[in-house]
């Protein structure tokens, strides 16, 4: 029998705790690493905070994240710059605490594996999003410069994975927002199997109708209720 191991991916949570209950359901006993912007945009930025706190998930930060830290979302567009200050207004001291102590960046073991975990790209951390229509050129020299066989990026709520030479490049999509026309909550598992690793996309319904009540019933823009019903 191979030895066989999993991990569970999750990115761009952004408040939504219907989304996230479902995923963490699904994904079970494994070992949960996330790749930040937990809160922005959705109406639950301490729940999902705790009960990823709760399930001792590896986490990073975003750029929302950051955001609603500093509550100076120069960068942002009109909606999410509302929703983000709400969000910063929300979070708890022992959450803001936490948010605060999470790296931009984390090089891991996992199963003997090499794996490096940041929320947009090696090079801008918080800032650059990578697409493989656009980065696929440089994921090899990625992989090479860091010393890794698994790359997992958030940032662009578009799930992709690519075997390159080096290695995989990955992004599991995003949680709480997904964009890319499938409304449902996504997420990715690795697992390396006699040490190598391949990437399982998954997709969850959930309960957009109360996610989406929230949003409105919270006074954010009215918009944000209805891109969630459409994966956009
Ligand atoms: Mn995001």
New binding site residues.
Partial sequence: MAQKEEFAFI??V?SNLEALSVVLDDIGGLSIFCL??TV??GASPNEVIELLVRRRATMII???DRAALSASPATFNARAAVAVMWNSKQLTDENRQFLQGLPRERKLELAGVPLYMTHGSPDDNLGEYVYPVTHSDMFDHYLRKLGVKVIAL??T?LPFSAVDREGIVFNPG?VG?PRDGDPRASYAVLTVSDGRATVEHRRKDYDIETSAKKIIEAGLPRSLAERLFIGQ
């Fill in positions: 990115s761009d952004h930040g912007d922005g945009y975003g750029n929302h958030g940032h709520h995003s927002q």
